[in-house]
């Protein structure tokens, strides 16, 4: 019982690791191993390619978008490989809808695996954005739901 005691004490008195995760839509504070603060937003499927940017029923996980002092990162991951996805950025209203302007950001070229990247610097004002993700035959494929910067 007293080596069982001593095994556990000494094992508790390890430091500990933990992890955390970003929040889609949530400002995360900055730490130690990352001083800028940044936005980060899940890039998902849409399930609604017609409804406002406040509604698109986004599923699933196919990337990130990751703001941080001008700088916009996009990533996505297991869409379709070798094909090219056109993105767009809109402003949203005070009620969540899209303000009907639309900025294009460029596009994204994915390679045999699925995946694709954009890092550019964004140029967006404060406020509250929605990212939009376009195939080549123009239907909206992905989506995130409302990020604040």
């Known amino acids: 019982m007293?080596?069982?005691?001593?095994?556990?004490?000494?094992?508790?008195?390890?430091?500990?690791g933990f992890?955390?995760?970003?929040?889609?839509?949530?400002?995360?504070k900055p730490s130690a191993?990352?001083?800028?603060?940044?936005?980060?937003a899940t890039v998902g499927t849409v399930s609604s390619p017609?409804?406002?940017?406040?509604?698109?029923?986004v599923n699933g996980f196919y990337g990130d978008v990751l703001v941080t002092h001008g700088k916009l990162m996009i990533g996505l991951t297991f869409?379709?490989?070798?094909?090219?996805?056109?993105?767009?950025v809109?402003?949203?209203?005070?009620?969540?809808?899209?303000?009907?302007?639309w900025k294009s950001l460029g596009s994204i070229n994915t390679d045999g695996a699925g995946k694709g990247e954009l890092?550019?610097?964004?140029?967006?004002?404060?406020?509250?954005y929605v990212f939009e993700f376009t195939d080549s035959a123009g239907n909206l494929a992905y989506a995130t739901p409302s990020i604040s910067l």
């Open 119 to 128: 890092v550019q610097k964004d140029g967006l004002s404060s406020g509250s």
């Open 50 to 57: 017609t409804a406002s940017c406040g509604n698109l029923g």
């Open 2 to 16: 007293a080596f069982l005691l001593l095994v556990l004490v000494s094992v508790l008195s390890l430091p500990q």
């Open 90 to 101: 809109s402003k949203n209203n005070d009620y969540g809808v899209c303000d009907g302007t």
């Open 33 to 40: 191993s990352s001083p800028q603060q940044y936005s980060y």
């Open 79 to 88: 869409v379709n490989p070798s094909s090219t996805y056109s993105v767009a």
């Open 19 to 28: 992890a955390g995760k970003a929040v889609a839509g949530k400002q995360v």
